[in-house]
């Protein structure tokens, strides 16, 4: 692991729709930042939906954008974490956002159930849910996941290297940190390609950017990766690192699939 810094940056910049990288998510990523307006100018076809997509791929991210750009009380986000009351349906919250509904317990997930049926009752609202897999491959109640399956479904398609390394530049941009353009690149090849892998280090380099003051640079990389493998109890190797995989092992898939409703 690397070395803790007790800099402390405060808290990291908040989950929006502009510093999400859309790239082939754009038409799922425009229905949502609209579908607030949408709710109160009047009637909306399209009211649920179910976004699945591997882990590290903005699920979470989109559903916390949703909430953050809605009007103070308008919007509701509920996960495993969450009491059951959260997913009690309340006529003032238009948005309701239910993560990770692959890990939900039993009780949630009769909640969640209850909650997207007081939602198709209620014309001035919506429910965006999220999850690992597509609702048929769902591992939850039969009931919950036809209800899941009814609405628009997406898959959220994942990076490819480029779309990464400009996320990367993106969250630095929001750091007020200037990074070299090998940083990214090397970042790619050298460590774990997963979004919260790349941007655990990418803040930690921030840190120690700010502890050396200097800027952050694939020599200042180096030192700071040098100086974890020195420091005593280390395995060798930062955490997160892996060898370079095979060109085109994390190609992005197609597009972002929209599906009709189905059950």
Known sequence: MLRQLTLDLGTPPPS???????????????????????????????????VWGES?????????????????GHARFAGPQSSLAAFSFDPRVALYAIDDCDALSAAQQIAVFNLFNEVRAHPTSALVAAGNAPPIGMTVREDLRTRLGWGLVFHLAPLPDEGKAAVLKMAARERGIMLADDVPAYLLTHFRRDMPSLMALLDALDRFSLEQKRAVTLPLLR????????????????????????????????ASSKIGPHG
């Open 56 to 72: 590290g791929s903005g699920r979470t991210h989109l559903l916390q954008a949703l909430v953050h750009e809605a009007p103070p």
């Open 16 to 50: 929006t729709f502009d510093n999400f990288f859309a790239g082939a998510n754009a038409e799922l990523v425009t229905r949502l930042r609209e579908l607030d307006n949408a709710l109160s100018a009047g009637p909306v076809a399209d009211r649920t939906f179910y």
């Open 223 to 254: 030192i700071m990766l040098d100086e974890q493998r020195a420091a005593p109890g280390s395995s060798g190797s930062p955490a997160g690192s892996q060898t370079a995989s095979p060109a085109g092992s994390h190609a992005a898939s197609s």
